[in-house]
């Protein structure tokens, strides 16, 4: 196996050979967010002053969609700090940017920022990485899930990618809210309410349907496009110790003028290399990871992420190879012989006896506590 280096062992041989100005703040990114600021407001003006037909309703639905999901990357962005570099003015512009997402500012760095950048793919504290094997036995959830069919729960997956950023953000909230200073809280609670009052109230402004156009259709949209990403990030490598974002993380390509649309959101190794670069400069990033290290370095077209995504069950086993724990089917991930190209079964396991009885262990507690608790 190859050896692993943390995130700062990459940046600093990169580093020298990029121009320092890839490392100032780029306030220019703020003219896009206000584009799409401006897009979403005469998209809520249009539905709430006229009436028109649903058709057309719908053409803006999906406009109001691809704004909302673009200032969320814009707002990850900010809230890195790669934009303005004053703390409050960071975490306004970065509320306003990620309004829409109901994520407040606060709650997004703790998760992202000390959380997800500090512990990637690491099986216990990265709160994205999808469990292991040996989560499975411990949850009864995940074991009535394996036992449907993969592509229907391909299928699913897919189609819960309009929801999941929304939900797994109120399960962020609620699992760290304890972890804020006391009196930090009342603020985070703000900043997680404010934006659902606002939507809430607009339902009663608009009315149901006028609503639905306005703001829940574009929100499941925006979660589609946001989620199409963050499921290629980290979900086809492999589990690491050590934070080797080289090995942990896949950069996905997009036509430029995607790229152009949602802020270089594509780049996310480099994204993980250098956080507190804006992603306009990761173009400049890529191409030398590409000159010292092409072997180790994970890139394809974001449309064969998605097709990769479908094709392998969502379950680590051993660190580095995917499992369908139903059918014992096993695929390597990447960087261990996972081929986007042509995905095929590694092998065919039957788990482990010391496995299964751990599993059967756990199985019979779950039944006992049931019992209990009936
Ligand atoms: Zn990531
Ligand atoms: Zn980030």
Redesign the pocket.
Same mark, same amino acid.
């Given at each position: 196996m190859k050896d692993l280096h943390s995130f700062a062992w990459y940046a600093a041989r990169i580093s020298p050979h990029l121009p320092k100005k890839v490392f100032k703040p780029v306030r220019a990114r703020l003219w896009g967010g206000l584009a799409y600021l401006l897009l979403t407001v005469a998209g809520f003006v249009t539905i709430g002053a006229f009436n028109l037909n649903p058709l057309i309703y719908l053409a803006i639905a999906f406009v109001l969609g691809a704004s909302f999901a673009a200032m969320g990357f814009l707002g990850h962005e900010i809230l890195h700090g790669t934009v303005v570099r004053t703390a409050w003015l960071r975490d306004l512009l970065g509320a306003i940017a990620f309004w829409p997402l109901t994520t407040g500012p606060k709650l997004w760095r703790k998760w992202h920022n000390l959380t #997800? !950048?500090v512990h990637?793919q690491h099986e216990e504290n990265d709160p994205?990485a999808w469990p292991t094997f040996e989560k499975l036995a411990k949850s009864k959830f995940l074991r009535w899930v394996y036992k449907l069919p993969h592509s229907f729960r391909a299928l699913a997956s897919f189609v819960s990618l309009s929801v999941q950023f929304t939900l797994h953000s109120s399960r962020m909230l609620h699992l760290y809210m304890k972890e804020f200073n006391p009196k930090k809280r009342p603020a985070v609670w703000l900043e997680a309410i404010l934006p659902w009052a606002s939507w809430i109230g607009l339902l009663f402004w608009f009315g149901p349907v006028k609503w639905f156009f306005a703001f829940l259709l574009p929100l499941l949209i925006a979660n589609f496009i946001v989620m199409m990403y963050i499921s290629t990030? #980290?979900r086809l490598n492999p589990i690491t110790e050590i934070n080797d974002p080289l090995a942990n993380?896949l950069t996905v390509t997009v036509p430029k003028w995607v790229d152009v649309l949602h802020f270089n959101f594509s780049y #996310?190794t480099e !994204? #993980?290399l250098f956080p507190g670069m804006s992603s306009k400069y990761y173009p400049l990033v890529k191409e030398q990871i590409k000159r010292m290290w092409p072997e180790r370095y994970h890139e394809m077209p974001l449309t064969q992420a998605l097709k990769a995504l479908w094709k392998t069950p969502r379950l680590y086993y051993n660190g580095e190879e995917l499992v369908d724990p139903h059918k014992g089917n096993v695929f390597a991930s990447l960087g261990h012989g996972l081929n986007p190209q042509d995905i095929s079964l590694k092998r065919k396991e039957m788990l482990s006896l010391e496995k299964r009885k751990l599993f059967e262990e756990e199985k019979q507690k779950v039944k006992r506590e049931n019992k209990e608790g009936v």
């Open positions: #997800h !950048h990637t994205d990030n #980290h993380s #996310h !994204h #993980h």
